[in-house]
């Protein structure tokens, strides 16, 4: 990964950082590199993340789903243990043969549609829950289970759990009998994709492992004290200082359908990350070019509270199907003999100028191309990315007490407790409009 | 469509509302009603869009698509031109035996897949574009019909075509005897869902146009000048209030997977019309329960600049297969016997009143059912909404001025023209850390 930071500079962009705003914010990264150095030489909880790479161990990933050859993964969790899964599958699976999809929702229109396309007896299930108790993926998991049962098919006979050390998906592990892997000590879910948590699609998919985490380990060798020397933390750096000036929001912008989850996933790591003591960058999915016919008048013309962060493989593949005709219409003819990546990399920096002509500060971070050991590094380097924004901006980054709230609540009006927060949801104010 | 507003005044959330403001408020709808009636009246080029359930023919739409059988449908467009489309299908058609596919990008690898996959011979192109101009769009349909001859299979036997009245598209159709569609006349593309442009996909899926239409003129009829008697006003102005207060981001979180594409053709409509003049709200897509797992820590604990809003039918359909068994699991007892539908409904009331209890304005949207009828007027109600808001902020609500230089710039870099702009993005100012 490399990160271009020439758009964001005063120079160019309005709010945006000077030769001297970048030396001072360099002394503050080294200062931030010290202490991520530190919890990370201590396994300290969230920063242990950083070393999951040199952690993770895929031979006993390979052995958890070695036997299996399914049509179909289903991922049954939510938000980190769900994301990471996601982002890894979309980037890299999309020429296997083995199709990944998450269960992440308790809709039960989508739940009972998804059950009734898959291919149950093809379909293996990784149930994915650190606490083993999160409501919405226990309730979906029981309901697959079911599913299962009643189309004659032996749920224990392909389903792999991730768990913690204990709680009811551990023994439910235990007393089926089910390949059972951990998750990942001291790391939150958000960041756990290059582990157990994210990997075990990935492997059943034929995602190459190794590669993978060989992109998160150079990513980890390079961390270095200043952000002249190191992409994660140029990046990093960057956002947080365009966000004290003003740029509130991080509108993460891929320039390429199979990094549109990455997207995603980078919204939850900032979102939850950073999100807390009334600040943190509210990060918002887009894709390119897409969303120029949707968002961009709004990133050009708009409050300048915005940064716009591209994300681009420098590399695309092409072939025959996807070079645009020759065509005797003359309004068309510049397209003809183009190949759609041509077009798509000239849209990518006709956008990313028109932002740089209007004063919007924008950051171009580029990959060799999609493949495992690239996505490996950028979803490392946008961890520690995360991790030094944390530091910089004097948060915990690795907790998210915020949530708590509705869970408890959610609990209560299920009957599942007594929690005050239920009766709060029963006063609501109304004032309806009809 | 009704909207609650209650968690909008100021008594529980800041910013927010107090009664006196409401009351200032509705007069400033009052006469944004008349400029809009007015406009509707005269048929002016974008208020004209608030005529379209009058105005369109489904009779037309369906002789265009009568004794087509397809697999799949493929709307070949981008934005505007596909973003009602593929909410409409989303939406309504999960149960139909035919697939709907949006080729809204110009990514080689993706389109290389999408073509891979699809059963050609059983698949309708819907190509859409105004000017029959649009690089992507016609860039995507050329890719399209070249794969489509190389499979031997005849493009002009299943392509239906709905462009403007004259240029490349609508030259094509009369040479190739398509059926041919005129796109909506004085209408922006985001605001076409219920014009041909939306509903030519919806109709091969089956989905009732009737009924679709129906609910866009119920919304129509209960247009009224003042917030108090029209929920789309209501949501508007309330926004817009906001917005001027300081909530600068408005979070779309439907609470039903269906309506995730909803929350994605909302940003275009809210990005395109209102960010413009250094304003705007900035509109994120989220999604309930998932996003509870991701941004909710966000929203409860970052910034006090976000509105979030929230939409739900206040019935989902249940089965025996979305109800969640009884377990012997003490930690899990409380879901067993729950309908999901249940417990999505719990997580969305528990985080409705733990923004509430945070003091962070939220707004409630509610339709009856995910059915034709209630969605036809939600997409209605909405954009009559955003029509208001861009009246309440004196913008010009249906252009999109800043989306034009990285046109000029892609067509000039592609070698379609000597513009300008070309030239300004070969100069970028750099700054590569790596």
């Not at 945006?16 to 530190?38: N, Y």
């Not at 049954?76 to 083995?98: E, F, N």
């Not at 929702?105 to 379909?123: C, G, I, S, Y």
């Not at 990518?348 to 002509?357: G, I, P, Q, R, V």
Request: hydrophobic fraction near 40%; proline fraction near 5%; charged fraction near 25%.
């Amino acid at each position: 990964m490399n990160v271009d930071i020439g758009n964001a500079l005063g120079s160019v962009a309005d709010p945006g950082l000077s030769r001297t705003d970048l030396d001072e914010l360099d002394e503050r990264v080294a200062d931030a590199h010290d202490r991520i150095a530190r919890g990370r030489a201590d396994g300290e909880f969230g920063y242990a993340a950083l070393n999951l790479p040199e952690r993770a161990d895929p031979d006993e990933i390979r052995r958890a789903v070695d036997g299996f050859d399914p049509a179909a993964v289903l991922t049954v969790g939510i938000g980190g243990s769900a994301l990471g899964a996601v982002t890894l599958t979309r980037a890299l699976g999309g020429d296997s043969p083995v199709d990944h999809y998450a269960l992440d929702n308790v809709d039960p229109t989508h739940t009972e549609r998804l059950l009734a396309d898959l291919p149950l007896e093809e379909t293996v299930v990784h149930a994915v829950s650190r606490s083993g108790t999160t409501a919405e993926t226990l309730a979906n998991f029981l309901v697959v289970r079911e599913a299962m049962e009643s189309a004659g098919v032996d749920w224990t006979d392909r389903t792999v759990v991730t768990t913690g050390e204990a709680g009811p998906l551990r023994a439910l592990a235990d007393r089926h009998d089910l390949p059972a892997l951990d998750t990942p000590a001291g790391v939150p879910g958000r960041f756990s994709a290059l582990s157990t948590v994210g990997l075990v699609p990935a492997a059943l998919q034929g995602v190459d492992l190794d590669a993978l985490l060989a992109g998160g380990q150079a990513a980890a060798d390079a961390l270095a004290g200043s952000l002249y020397d190191c992409p994660a933390y140029a990046y990093g750096a960057v956002s947080q200082a365009l966000d004290e000036r003003g740029a509130t929001t991080n509108a993460v912008m891929p320039y390429a359908e199979s990094l549109e989850a990455f997207a995603e996933w980078f919204a939850q790591l900032w979102a939850e990350s950073l999100g807390k003591d009334g600040g943190g960058q509210t990060p918002v999915r887009a894709l390119g070019a897409t969303d120029q016919h949707s968002q961009l008048q709004l990133y050009r013309a708009g409050r300048r509270d915005k940064l716009v962060t591209f994300v681009r493989p420098r590399e695309r593949p092409s072939s025959d199907v996807t070079t645009v005709p020759e065509t005797d219409v003359e309004a068309l003819s510049y397209l003809g003999g183009r190949d759609l990546g041509t077009v798509l990399d000239a849209e990518f920096e006709a956008t990313e100028a028109s932002l740089a002509a209007a004063g919007r500060p924008n950051v171009r971070v580029e990959i060799p191309r999609v493949d495992a050991e690239s996505v490996g590094r950028l979803l490392y380097d946008m961890e520690a990315a995360c991790v030094l924004s944390g530091e910089l901006a004097g948060v915990e980054t690795f907790d998210q007490p915020a949530v708590e709230w509705a869970k408890n609540a959610t609990r209560g009006l299920l009957g599942g407790s007594d929690a005050e927060e239920a009766d709060a949801v029963r006063q609501k104010t109304e004032l309806v409009v009809d």
